[in-house]
């Protein structure tokens, strides 16, 4: 059974940071471009960043430059989001999914498997 977990959610004071793990079960997550999505209630879900089967990272979210960062474990099939000085306009449902192409796709309606979602809120 094909499945992706997303953990690593949680509260976090303004320039806190934050890792969230994505863990693939049923399949090799190296073969595939691995996205991380965020939504808010009221609005749509957004791609934030990804990285490609080549692991190219590509950014989808300009506020997220140089705060947040993608990386892969094979070892531990894991793609992880390490996100640092966060703000409270970072707070979101964060979702990982599978882009089984092995490509980066900003439209969440072209990735082929998702993950639950991880509450991430920023706050004092």
């Known amino acids: 059974q094909l499945q992706l977990v997303a953990s690593g959610g949680g509260l976090v004071q303004p320039g806190g940071s934050l890792r969230l793990s994505c863990t693939a079960s049923?399949?090799?997550?190296?073969?595939?471009?691995i996205g991380w999505f965020r939504q808010v209630p009221g609005k749509e879900r957004e791609g934030v960043l990804c990285i490609s089967s080549s692991d190219t990272s590509t950014y989808y979210t300009d506020s997220v430059k140089g705060r947040f960062t993608i990386s892969r474990d094979n070892a531990k099939n894991t793609v992880y989001l390490q996100m640092i000085s966060l703000q409270p306009e970072d707070t979101a449902i964060y979702y990982c999914?599978?882009?089984?192409?092995?490509?980066?796709?900003?439209?969440?309606?072209?990735?082929?498997?998702w993950g639950q979602g991880a509450q991430v809120t920023v706050s004092s």
């Open positions: 049923g399949f090799t997550l190296d073969y595939y471009g």
């Open positions: 999914a599978a882009d089984f192409r092995g490509a980066c796709e900003s439209d969440p309606l072209q990735m082929d498997w």
